[in-house]
């Protein structure tokens, strides 16, 4: 077997926080990704929505991509 090798978290991964940061919400538009439609380990069917003309305004850290890890650091988890 090979050798184990320690990294840090940061070396390995790329953190994208948003924590701390609520869009003005619509009844359409960009589907928001918020701790409420996490459940059982998935991202449910989104309910709220920030207006497309908000979202580079709102999303300047980093937009997610498919495959990317969503972790939530409210309840539920």
Do not use: H
């Not at 990704?33 to 920030?50: D, L």
């Amino acid at each position: 077997m090979g050798e184990w090798k320690n990294f840090s978290l940061g070396d390995v991964c790329k953190f994208i926080d948003y924590r701390g940061k609520t869009p003005p919400k619509v009844k359409s538009g960009v589907p928001l990704v918020t701790a409420k439609i996490i459940k059982n380990g998935f991202i449910q069917e989104p309910q709220e929505f920030i207006a497309e003309e908000f979202y580079s305004e709102w999303m300047r850290r980093d937009i997610p991509k498919k495959g990317d890890v969503v972790f939530t650091t409210e309840a539920p988890l």
